[in-house]
């Protein structure tokens, strides 16, 4: 189910790994790059070629917050909810993303523009309360700011 391309990734990936189990975290990231998320078919099919048990890519793909085990919107907006986050303010910066995006954590907007998820720590705490927006991290939030942040995508 990976495209030919993507094969001939994997198969450069052999070489700089000792086994193939040790490939599975950047076969994942090949796949999610493919698909856009990580189905159940996708797992099974990584684990087959990997020769790795489907409950430990099941495992993988769940334990880590980059991957997706179901589609997400356009955006992917994570907020950070952890203790430095939290005493700073995260639950106001929840609330704003929230109503923004018609969305409570672990949904997808019906428009299926925005994502948004809870995540427990993202290792910003000297910038928190943080989000992070696909792969960018957005630190040191206030309430009006994050809503100007949101307002700005397209």
Known sequence: MLTQ??????EALYKKYPNKKAA???????????????????MRYIGDLLE??????????????????KPHGKYH??????????????????????????????ETSADKKFSVSEVECMGACGGAPMIAIGEEYYENLTAEKTEQLLSSLK
């Not at 391309?5 to 994997?10: A, D, F, G, Q, W």
């Not at 048990?53 to 980059?66: I, N, S």
């Not at 929230?98 to 969305?103: D, F, L, R």
Request: with cysteine; charged share 25%; hydrophobic share 40%.
């Open 5 to 10: 391309e993507n094969l001939k990734k994997v």
């Open 24 to 42: 599975l975290l950047p076969v994942l990231w090949i796949a999610q790059e493919q698909e856009g998320w990580i189905s159940e078919e996708m």
């Open 52 to 69: 790795v048990p489907h409950a430990h890519v099941l495992g993988v793909v769940t334990f880590y917050t980059m991957y997706k085990s």
């Open 77 to 106: 907006i994570e907020v950070c909810t952890n203790v430095s986050c939290m005493l700073r303010g995260s639950d106001k910066i929840r609330d704003v993303v929230e109503k923004h995006c018609g969305a409570k954590f672990g």
